[in-house]
């Protein structure tokens, strides 16, 4: 039997709502999704607590210091509800070393639909170690290991959350698993969106792989990474592979697209697989715009098993509630 790990913590992270298109609506990422995912599987087991190392192996320092206290300071400076940024520090603006709380919000932030309460360390925290314990249990000998990770973690970057991410799991334990002595490590990233977080930390790194199918960022969330030209740079150049696709996108297209990049990974010949799963490629899910179906996702999780790599799944995200549970058990049925 497949280990799942999950920590109930991960439920306490629950913003009230996101700024979307002009206007604030109820938040997608919510703890029902967690609950969704743990209905979709057999029993899960509690992660160990690796502590904060490996969080900060991948992790700017300053940041995590800023996902601890943000909170407190938003209270200290008077405010209510959630801390959400509302100035960036983008055309060109020098790297001051800023205290304000409104001053950090942007500085550590990508975009404006992630809130930060005073349970998101947390929750992020705890997704994190779920994450590191099916690493653990890979690195032990399992074929595959499962972490139901929400708080998701793709968009997180070394020193930045969005995207409903704070915590980049994914990176946090190719991260880990390098540091315990494999030499290559290979990210399969086949949420709905690009994983531009895990893009941005392993770009100039020859060591870790990272590919990617998702929507075309021309027309989806992230827009400004995941382009097809996109390659890495530096030690990292050609060992970032983008496969965008356009909306409306089926099976056949999507299967063809991973099988793209399991050749690549493949040739890069990496001693483990982390694959960042989300479901919103769902034909039902409310943000997004594919159209797979529950029995699909059981293909490609053979067509990944078929790699013969020790894996790790992590989920990321999928906004179909009411079906998530299911497109993960179908996932999870094909390893
Ligand atoms: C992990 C992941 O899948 N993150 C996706 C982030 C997408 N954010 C941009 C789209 C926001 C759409 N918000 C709709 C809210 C409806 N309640
Ligand atoms: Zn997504």
Not at 30 to 57: F, K, M, N, Y
Request: proline residues 5%; negative net charge; contains cysteine.
């Amino acid at each position: 039997m497949m280990r799942l790990f999950f920590d109930p913590r991960q439920l306490d992270h629950a913003p009230a709502q996101e700024l979307h298109n002009g206007a604030f609506v109820p938040y997608a990422e919510t703890p029902a999704r967690a609950q969704a995912l743990c209905a979709g599987v057999h029993a899960t087991e509690s992660p160990t607590d690796h502590g904060e190392a490996p969080i900060l192996a991948v992790h700017d320092a300053g940041y995590v210091a800023y996902l601890k206290t943000a909170y407190d300071r938003w209270l200290a400076a008077g405010r209510s509800g959630d801390v959400m940024g509302y100035i960036w520090p983008v055309v060109r603006r020098r790297a001051l070393d800023l205290t304000r709380i409104d001053a950090l919000a942007g500085r550590y932030s990508m975009d404006s639909s992630t809130p930060l309460t005073a349970d998101s360390w947390t929750s992020a925290y705890w997704s994190t170690q779920s994450a590191l314990s099916a690493l653990d249990a890979v690195l032990a000998g399992d074929r595959v290991a499962t972490a139901l990770c929400r708080p998701p973690g793709h968009h997180a970057g070394a020193d930045y959350l969005g995207g409903y991410c704070f915590i980049n799991q994914a990176a946090v334990a190719a991260q880990a698993a390098r540091d315990a002595g494999i030499a290559r490590v290979a990210i399969l990233d086949i949420d709905y969106h690009h994983g531009n977080g895990t893009q941005d930390i392993f770009w100039d790194r020859g060591d870790v792989f990272y590919a990617s199918v998702h929507a075309d960022p021309a027309t989806d969330f992230p827009f400004y990474w995941g382009h097809a030209d996109e390659v890495g740079e530096g030690a990292g150049e050609g060992t970032t592979l983008n496969l965008p696709l356009p909306h409306g996108t089926t099976i056949a297209a999507f299967r063809a697209a991973q099988a793209t990049a399991l050749d690549a990974i493949a040739r890069f010949d990496p001693g483990l697989l982390i694959v960042s799963f989300g479901a919103d490629t769902f034909e039902g899910d409310p943000i997004a715009n594919f159209a797979l179906k529950t029995s699909d996702y059981a293909m490609l999780a053979r067509d990944i098993a078929a790699t013969g790599l020790p894996t790790v799944v992590l989920t990321e995200g999928g906004y179909a509630v009411d079906n998530l549970g299911e497109n993960l058990a179908s996932f999870l049925s094909g390893f």
